[in-house]
T-cell receptor, first 112, second 111 residues
Framework: SQTIHQWPATLVQPVGSPLSLECTVEGTSNPNLYWYRQAAGRGLQLLFYSVGIGQISSEVPQNLSASRPQDRQFILSSKKLLLSDSGFYLC???????????FGPGTRLLVL | KQEVTQIPAALSVPEGENLVLNCSFTDSAIYNLQWFRQDPGKGLTSLLLIQSSQREQTSGRLNASLDKSSGRSTLYIAASQPGDSATYLCAAISPGNQFYFGTGTSLTVIP
């Protein structure tokens, strides 16, 4: 069966520090991968999606970047965090026969 | 751009009651529609996916319907239980496989 992992689960970082969040998927190949951010009391905002290795599409201009160095690995990064980067970051994938989107457990980021 | 709205934003019902959650979308040219559940501090769990050629899907006490022409989907929960308390989100899925989420309905089932 397929599983999706995210780490770390929680992260507290000072303003101006770098960021690297990792997402990996097991049990499938060539998935579409997504990064979302969920701010407190708000809906999910799509940040990036990828249909293959090295292929990244960005939905909104921002302080973040994404990379897909391997088929089942998706990384969210920042060189310098802002206070507004705080939130709950969710990774997801699609590509199974049932066309369903599956989510990871999320990373809660607090920038101080 | 696709916009998805969920009404009501919050709902509180006594245990055992049947209830309906609403989801509306502005662009009827969707590929699929998916309903999720989110518990506090957790990721999203898929409940039901309705393909564009279908009108409804059922899983246990859950039934989701889709009317593309009117831009609406409903999630029906029968005989609600306290364990159903969570935030329910719908997502309209474009032909390009992009997911557009509503802001969710926070459901509380009172024992």
């Amino acid at each position: 069966s397929q599983t999706i992992h995210q780490w770390p689960a929680t992260l507290v970082q000072p303003v101006g520090s770098p960021l690297s969040l990792e997402c990996t998927v097991e049990g499938t190949s060539n998935p579409n991968l997504y990064w979302y951010r969920q701010a407190a009391g708000r809906g999910l905002q799509l940040l990036f999606y990828s249909v293959g290795i090295g292929q990244i599409s960005s939905e909104v201009p921002q302080n973040l970047s994404a990379s897909r160095p391997q088929d089942r690995q998706f990384i969210l990064s920042s060189k310098k965090l802002l206070l507004s980067d705080s939130g709950f970051y969710l990774c997801a994938w699609t590509g199974g026969r049932d066309e369903t989107q599956y989510f990871g457990p999320g990373t809660r980021l607090l920038v101080l | 751009k696709q916009e998805v709205t969920q009404i009501p934003a919050a709902l509180s019902v006594p245990e055992g009651e049947n209830l309906v959650l609403n989801c509306s979308f502005t662009d009827s040219a969707i590929y699929n529609l998916q309903w999720f559940r989110q518990d506090p501090g957790k990721g999203l769990t898929s409940l039901l996916l309705i393909q564009s050629s279908q009108r409804e899907q059922t899983s246990g006490r859950l039934n989701a319907s889709l009317d593309k022409s009117s831009g609406r989907s409903t999630l029906y929960i029968a005989a609600s239980q306290p364990g159903d308390s969570a935030t329910y989100l719908c997502a309209a899925i474009s032909p390009g496989n992009q997911f557009y989420f509503g802001t969710g309905t926070s459901l509380t089932v009172i024992p």
